[in-house]
């Protein structure tokens, strides 16, 4: 354990302001506001009459009107009351994750990972798993509208047909069709045939998450387009520089497990993994050591690299102190090192770091080449650029943009040009800036409503089915394609199955019910390096650069209607419904602004003010944006979410202080636990490790005045892996989709009544401009001596026979003493009717999981609805239930297999193995509170050559 | 002075002073007894229903299974309610005209399911299963009644807590042998194996049966 260097949770913290560390230290901050303001007589009456009427409405038997519904033929395979999964993907930005949506009654109810697929392997992100959200989501585009007045599927058919004409006549000249990446191969194949029909149309694609300097880097170095496939499982040694390796690269989820496999030392070898960043992300996070470095830096550093490893020179002079130990390292372990670099640092970047990879021997090792999952790898910029040219000298006549939103994620140029288009057509599953900006919006059937195909990062190929019909009569890409070139009712399960003709009907279902088509994995491809790849460009002379990240939740703007995303905490500000500017610390001390502090922002002529938050680890010449936010054409949940920072022009940055505030909704100082933040998340070295293997220990408890708990042949139990943790955030929106947790909009987050039953708190170790980030999941802790318990007055928090901490909904009165004497901190309580006012649709409910009344405290279940259901089954067939059939939400939903959970009295269980780590450890375990979550403390593979400073 | 109360009043305030007594105590009783009336409870009420379906007629007069209807009670949480499809099993040969029948026959002809008033009800924050206590020798007798004699359906128990925890302390009276689970009008007899051997027969103990967690998430 470091008692060195100091941990801290928040900014205020670690500055110690007295007036904010007693205000997060009440356990009901918002009390103190009202008994300071005391009672007066009208509020007394109105409480108490409210408090009768809830007491009154607790009386009510339900409707006593059931009515039971069955059908008129028994639909085959759906049995009622028995869950269905089907495997589909999950595509972003072209790129597939396979996953399985979980049905009840027929009716698709929540996203879970698919073990089958290369992508996942069984986890899910944030993401992938707010669709079912969207899904249901009330703002969807409901019907064609033409110039924003409502039309039919008919009049746009007749509409295209006047046009056709003409559009024959040019042979397709004045016709564009704008998509984004594609890597499906029927919509490639549906172009090729248009192209074909029309010759002289073009075929532009733009992604607002752009990755063109990742192809045309492979394109430098390799002299053609290739993908990088990373094997990080085979890497001891990575640098990871500005690196989007566990946060956004395709295959992400991948990675993250690849990795996690080899960051625990009790499993086996530790690797070693560097990380160089403007602005955290998540391998900053898992990283051994994370060095903070702005453009300049990384130039200096890509510099002295290439010349340590290329042409095994010494550093040079400027280099940064810790490069040469780091080049030293990578070297010695040849054919086992990687290094990896971010899609927003320039294509010359990106060759020269493939330069050296084979300069390190990895190909075929830590990374193969294959051939490109995208199926027209182009410079996107380029196409884009030519469209708003070839638009704003009126030569296109006829625009149609496929599911994606330029109006909003282009520059604002494409708007302009775009009103010289007559006929422009935007299919899209909501009603966005694009829908309001062309002459025809068509709504698009959701990715859970269509047919369809796409690749994973590695080339595999998911054909994606349908999970319900089509909600709002809308159509996907293929069938607005097909009805393009012609075809009257355009099918889209025909379509997507002419692609794939050549599977038999065994392989087709086959395919459809793992979720991949077997052997389309990319084929690997041996082009030779090209040499002179290695010249890097002069380095950036901005004072302050803008980095325009995608959100990781929100992407570029397309999820910003879902409440889900807005709400979870980002993995390191822990910000919530609001992006502000992040800046480093030293940059806002020369500012003289904190954080909620207004600043002006200008650049290329525009202005923009927004509030700041200070990002500990920025680098100081850096300022971070996150796209996505600021929608101007949205649902109800996105409006008035964030600040736009397109709005910016090129050009140099000045940022200045605006005065005033705003208020911005963290959660960063919630639910704090009353211990020295040193002991909560227990750390230490490789070295300590070696030298003590129980060097995390501390002695045993005292003994407890309690009785034992009696003890069965079942105790449900967890560990959690702190090596492991990434803090992607999928566990927790894992858990609110399986637990019907209610989101309760940003005014109640500022109250820290924000319900999430499984949070991830996020601690920082050493200084401001350069700490460590430890992360720590917590969840109800099912304590055997459960401190909630004794002081619940009605018995409304009791012990079960498996040791299960459960909470008795109906005989829970709200006295929230339970809360108060929780040292963990997990308790939730339903200040207002979150759930019955929730945007959850009711059929996005878990029908196994009670939904919440006001005034009732709840928190995490270990999943007992999955418990109830796996002891029924293993009941029914008179046996015990085996290791691994209980699996809580959160733990499938983990990348990196972070949470065990199974029968701790069962010495052979997965469980019972990681809790016997000499690594794990009680949290709070001096309380004799006997948790049943265990963590298991971090270790960093320090490298001895490098000295941090410490703070 | 004369007093101000006449001798009478003693009488007065001590008959007034019962009454008051006796409507407290009325209304406290009324208040404890009558949710747990069946009245209140509906047991043994007959509700509306679209078609006069009487359970006595197809399972004590033609012995259909309890199975052939409720498909799923071995399966899943919910037995089952038969799809338009099963009537018309039976229902497209016999009695093709009956005027009882026409909701049926008019459900499978224009694609409109029929809609039933529910009998049996819980409240949402019971999760019951009824595969479960099929497996463990609960017969649907034991909380449905005696449907063969019911011409039309009815709740045969009131479905308060109390009944399910009753059972749930101590099942052993209350199960069966394997083969009379889907009979409807079973006795125990002197042949019935005793409870505690019915227990150890069907693998019942070892679970907290009175957890909260059994029957509520």
Known sequence: ?????????????????????????????????????????????????????????????????????????????????????????????????????????????????????????????????????????????????????????????????????????????????????????????????????????????????????????????????????????????????????????????????????????????????????????????????????????????????????????????????????????????????????????????????????????????????????????????????????????????????????????????????????????????????????????????????????????????????????????????????????????????????????????????????????????????????????????????????????????????????????????????????????????????????????????????????????????????????????????????????????????????????????????????????????????????LAGFTADRQFLQTPDPQASLYPPQPAGTMAWGMSIDLNACIGCNACVIACQAENNVPVVGKDEVLREREMHWLRIDRYFEGSVEAPRVLLQPMLCMHCEEAPCEVVCPVGATVHDAEGLNVMVYNRCVGTRFCSNNCPYKVRRFNYFAFARDEVRSIQARNQEVSVRARGVMEKCSFCIQRIAAARIDADKEDRAIRDGEVVTACQAACPTQAISFGNIRDQASAVARRKASPLAYALLGELNTKPRVTYEGRVRNANPAIVEPSA | MAGVFEPSANLIAKAALLVFLEVLLAGLGWWFFAPRTDYASAVGWVLDQPVPFSHEHHVSGLGLDCRFCHTSVELSATAGMPATETCMTCHSQIWTSAKLLEPVRASFARHQPIVWNRVNALPDYVYFNHSIHIAKGVGCQSCHGNVGKMALTEKAQTFEMQFCVNCHRDPGPNLRPKEALFDTDWHRTAATPPPDALMAQYHIGGRGLTDCSICHR
């Open chain 1, 1 to 685: 354990m470091s008692a060195r260097t100091p941990t801290w949770r928040s900014l205020a913290e670690h500055e110690g302001d007295p007036a904010f560390i007693a205000r997060v230290a009440a356990e009901f901050p918002g009390l103190a506001r009202v008994l300071a303001e005391g009672p007066d007589r009208r509020q007394v009456l109105k409480l108490m009459g409210a408090s009768l009427a809830l007491g009154l409405g607790g009386c009510d038997p339900g409707d006593p009107k059931g009515r039971i519904i069955p059908g008129i033929k028994a639909p085959p395979g759906i049995v009622p009351g028995i869950e269905n999964e089907y495997a589909t993907a999950s595509v972003l930005d072209g790129y597939a994750t396979g996953i399985r949506v979980r049905h009840q009654a027929g009716r698709p109810m929540q996203v879970v990972g698919n073990p089958a697929h290369p992508a996942s392997l069984g986890a899910v992100d944030p993401i992938a798993q707010a669709r079912i959200l969207s899904l249901y989501d009330p703002d969807r585009s409901h019907g064609v509208s033409h110039g924003n007045q409502q039309a039919g599927w008919a009049s746009f058919r007749e509409a295209f047909e006047r046009r056709r004409t003409a559009i024959d006549q040019r042979k397709g000249d004045g016709l564009r069709i704008l998509t984004g990446t594609v890597t499906s191969p029927t919509l490639v194949a549906q172009l090729a045939a248009l192209q074909g029909r029309y010759p002289l149309m073009r075929w532009h694609q733009c992604q607002a998450v752009s990755r063109d300097a990742v192809r045309l880097g492979a394109r430098l170095a390799y002299g053609r387009p290739v993908e990088a496939v990373y094997r990080l499982d085979r890497a001891d040694v990575i640098l990871a520089i500005d690196s989007d390796l566990l946060s956004t690269a395709p295959g992400h989820l991948r990675h993250a497990r690849d990795v996690a496999g080899r960051r625990n030392p009790v499993a086996g070898p530790m690797s070693r993994v560097y990380a160089v960043e403007s602005t955290p992300d998540l391998i900053g996070v898992m990283a051994d050591h994370r060095f903070v470095a702005g453009p300049r830096e990384i130039h200096q550093a890509l510099t002295a690299l290439a010349a340590a490893i290329l042409r095994q020179g010494s550093p040079q002079p400027g280099a940064p102190a810790w490069l040469a130990a780091v080049a030293q390292d990578l070297a010695a372990h040849p054919g086992r090192a990687l290094i990896h670099i971010g899609p927003q640092q320039p294509a010359e970047y990106h060759a020269l770091v493939h330069a050296l990879n084979e300069a390190l021997g990895g190909r075929g090792r830590t990374f193969d080449l294959i051939e490109p999952v995208e199926a027209a790898p182009i410079d996107q910029a380029t196409s884009l650029g030519d469209l708003i040219a070839d638009m704003a000298d009126g030569r296109i006549q006829d625009l149609l943009i496929l599911g994606e939103n330029p109006v909003f994620t282009a520059p604002p140029a494409f708007a302009e040009a775009l009103k010289q288009v007559p006929f422009s057509v935007s299919l899209g599953v909501e009603l966005d800036e694009t829908a309001q900006a062309t002459t025809w919006h068509l709504p698009e059937a959701h990715p859970l409503e269509a047919w369809s195909d796409a690749r994973a990062y590695d080339g595999t190929v998911t054909i994606l089915q349908p999970q319900v019909q089509p909600l709002f009569g809308a159509h996907s890409a293929h069938e607005v394609l097909a009805l393009l070139a012609g075809d009257r009712a355009p099918d889209g399960y025909a379509i997507v199955r002419a692609t794939w003709a050549k599977l038999s009907d065994d392989a087709w279902h086959g395919a459809l019910s793992s979720g991949v088509v077997s052997g389309t994995a990319g084929r690997p491809v041996d082009p030779p390096l090209r040499s002179g790849a290695t010249v890097l460009p002069a380095p950036p002379d901005r004072q302050i650069t803008l980095l325009l990240r995608p959100d990781p939740y929100l992407w570029d703007g397309r999820f910003a209607n879902s409440a889900w995303l807005q709400e979870l905490p980002r993995p390191l500000t822990k910000l919530v419904w609001d992006n502000p500017l992040l800046v480093a610390s030293a940059l806002a001390r020369r500012l003289g602004v904190g954080n909620g502090d207004l600043v002006k922002l200008s650049a290329g002529g525009a202005t923009l003010t927004v509030p700041v938050w200070i990002q500990p680890g920025q680098a100081e010449d850096c300022v971070t944006a996150h796209r996505g936010w600021g929608r101007r054409q949205v649902g109800a949940v996105g409006k008035n979410a964030g600040f736009d920072f397109l709005a910016l022009g090129d050009g140099p940055l000045s940022v200045e202080k605006a005065g005033g505030t705003y208020a911005l909704a963290t959660t960063e100082h919630h639910n704090p636990l009353d211990a020295a933040p040193d002991g909560v998340v227990r750390h230490g070295t």
